[in-house]
């Protein structure tokens, strides 16, 4: 594979929450991998912000640690370790206080892009843009990474932008969404934009309905306070599912370009017509054997927050009129599976008669496990003894088409991150997106809360309530089985 990597310039690379569990976990090896790769410039460097008191030292050894944790020993070389942690640096700041920003303005370097990761808690993201600008730390060229949650409803959403916008200009913000990250995901618009094959079908006429699964086998764990007030609806589909429809939902952008692929996501957001009561479950799973009930892990009997939804959505235009898009995701599922599906009509007439069976085209894009597609043909069983039809895949692995360099594959975030090096906005959220997001969402929240409605239980490692298959199985379609 010949690498074509555009270069970026030298920074300083600011995480607040420098020593938090998204930095440890995902930022810094993410950023070390990139290292290793050879497109971190030479005086690029990282600066980790907390209020806990450390020295450079400490914070390097911390950040040792979590490279051996998160990546593992045996694909970490020494001699690469040592020299990736010679460019971190650490200073004690916070970011409600005025404590430690002088520190930080002092180490900042002029004629480098300065970039600030906004890696705390969401109720820091205000008080951070304010006070980097406050103390002159950051400058008209600096760009801030925002984290999810992204605000809880439009008000917020609303109130967030408007702060952040009293100090960078809206090129400067890049909101995250992880899975905008992952190269299936910008497969998905290199398969859709970059071949005659799919985009003549890919509109009502052709496809009979759409599915997006994000479904997770662990429970709620240690963010069971968190997620006890956002529940699945605002945790995953106002943002991480509603990115992945709008990409396959879209209008084919003029060039990809940040603006030109955002303005045509908004209005696939814009096009979402409110969803009827009908067509949400919402679950919640019980116990089973030794796993806990949703009730036990957020140690509250009476919550009514759904771990589990799924949805029957219409994109209200000419392209996809009565083609319906089925979302669902869910804690505590069968299997840790991530896919679109793109299922097609029957063949207008077959010529094989019924004894041939049914059969469709389903075009699968995986993001988890194994990212890949695989586009469902219908061929001849072979053999003799008449027409049988049979479906087999044409299976588009990753890591089996790109052989060794499929492990050079860089993960969503350290994508993401040095997609900030260089400017390119294209796969962050602009904040007008996140808005009409929310102004979709709020009404639908709203209406449950209201009424109070208790989410259905479901059995854990099951593919959630069976009310969620009878969303399909009334239109005579069904989901796909969520398996490994
Ligand atoms: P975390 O483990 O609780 O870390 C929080 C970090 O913020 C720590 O480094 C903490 O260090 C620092 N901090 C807290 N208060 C501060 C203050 N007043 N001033 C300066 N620093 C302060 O949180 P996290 O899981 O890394 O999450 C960070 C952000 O990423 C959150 O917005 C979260 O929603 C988002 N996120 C996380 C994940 C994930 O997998 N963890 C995934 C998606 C999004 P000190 O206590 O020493 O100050």
């Not at 969803?275 to 054997?289: F, L, T, W």
């Not at 088409?401 to 040095?418: K, Q, S």
Request: aromatic share 8%; with cysteine; charged share 30%.
């Amino acid at each position: 594979m010949v690498s074509r990597v555009i270069p970026v310039d030298p920074f300083d690379l600011v995480i607040f929450g420098g020593t938090g569990d998204l930095a440890r976990r995902k930022i810094l090896p993410g950023l070390y991998r990139r290292f290793v790769a050879g497109q971190m410039p030479e005086d690029a460097r990282i600066i980790g912000a907390a209020r806990s008191d450390l020295a450079d030292e400490s914070y390097r050894a911390d950040i040792r640690e979590a490279l051996v944790e998160f990546i593992g020993k045996g694909k970490l070389s020494e001699e690469q370790m040592a020299a990736f942690l010679s460019r971190l640096h650490y200073v004690a700041i916070d970011a409600t206080g005025e404590s430690g920003w002088k520190a930080l303005a002092a180490l900042m370097r002029e004629n480098v892009v300065r970039a600030f990761y906004f890696s705390v808690a969401p109720g820091l993201f205000g008080e951070l843009a304010e006070r980097l600008h406050a103390h002159g730390v950051a400058n008209s060229e600096s760009r801030i990474v925002i984290e999810k949650p992204f605000g809880r409803d439009l008000e917020s959403a609303r109130e967030l932008n408007r702060t952040l916008a009293a100090h960078f200009d809206e090129t400067q913000i890049y909101r995250i969404d992880h899975y905008l990250g992952k190269e299936t995901v910008q497969n998905l618009m290199a398969v859709r934009f970059g071949n005659v094959l799919f985009e003549p079908l890919w509109n009502s006429q052709y496809v009979d309905h759409i599915q997006i699964t994000v479904a997770e086998t662990v429970g709620v764990g240690g963010r069971g306070g968190y997620y006890d007030r956002s529940g699945a609806m605002r945790d995953m589909v106002q943002n991480h599912l509603m990115q992945l429809l709008c990409l396959i939902a879209m209008e084919p952008p003029a060039r990809f370009e940040p603006d030109e692929v955002r303005d045509e996501k908004l209005k696939v957001i814009r096009a979402l017509e409110p969803v009827e009561r009908d067509d949400i479950v919402r679950g919640q799973y019980a116990a089973k054997g030794k796993i806990a009930s949703y009730h036990a892990d957020v140690d509250d009997d009476d919550s009514i927050t759904e771990s589990f939804i799924a949805m029957k959505l219409h994109v209200s235009n000419w392209r996809w009129a009565g083609t319906p898009f089925y979302v669902r995701t869910g804690k505590r599922l069968r299997a840790r599976q991530s896919e679109i599906a793109v299922v097609f009509k029957d063949a207008p007439h077959s010529i094989f008669g019924a004894a041939a069976g049914r059969h469709r085209n389903i075009l699968t894009i995986r993001l988890q496990p194994n990212e890949g597609m695989t586009l469902g043909v219908t061929i001849k069983e072979p053999g003799p003894g008449g027409m049988r039809l049979v479906d087999v895949p044409l299976d588009m692995s990753f890591a089996d088409a790109l052989g060794p360099d499929a492990d050079e594959i860089p993960e969503a975030y350290e994508r993401l991150v040095m997609d900030v090096m260089r400017g390119n906005q294209t796969l962050f959220m602009r904040g007008d997106e996140v808005e009409a997001a929310w102004a979709w969402t709020d009404p639908i929240i709203e209406g449950w809360e209201r009424r109070e409605d208790a989410p259905v239980p479901y059995e854990p490692g099951s593919s959630g309530p069976e009310e969620s298959a009878m969303l399909l199985h009334r239109e005579n379609r069904r989901w796909r089985e969520i398996r490994e």
